[in-house]
């Protein structure tokens, strides 16, 4: 069974899209098709976008102060401010989205977890 580590060593994680790693198209499949290698998959997927999510909340900040200086420029034409204003709310209600459907996921694995107890018992 190939690990993660083993993975990690065979594709280079840099942006640069035209490296070539020591991977075969097929390896790579196949290992897709092992339980083992998706749960792994998966985690390091949740891993990166959850990192990616908190530089973005670290900055948040700095964005909403960025927004709000570009809102109430009167030099700026009005439309760009006006996009700058509707941007900034799409990201107040994508955010406030996450949270709650975060809460709900909580809500729902907690209940999970007590009728599968209940069921054990």
């Not at 065979?10 to 390896?27: D, F, G, I, K, Y």
Request: glycine share 4%; hydrophobic share 40%; net charge neutral.
């Amino acid at each position: 069974m190939t690990t993660v580590a083993e993975v990690r060593r065979a594709v280079p994680m840099n942006n640069n899209n035209h490296q070539r790693c020591a991977l075969s198209l097929r390896t790579l499949q196949r290992w897709l098709t092992q339980p083992d290698f998706q749960e792994h998959y998966r985690r390091a997927k949740e891993e990166a976008l959850e990192c990616s999510v908190n530089m973005l909340r670290t900055a948040s900040s700095t964005f909403a102060a960025g927004l709000v200086e570009l809102a109430g420029d009167r030099e700026i034409p009005s439309a760009v401010r006006l996009a700058a204003c509707i941007r900034g709310m799409e990201i107040i209600l994508r955010i406030h989205g996450m949270g709650d459907l975060e809460r709900r996921y909580d809500e729902l694995a907690e209940i999970v977890t007590r009728l599968e107890g209940e069921r054990l018992s």
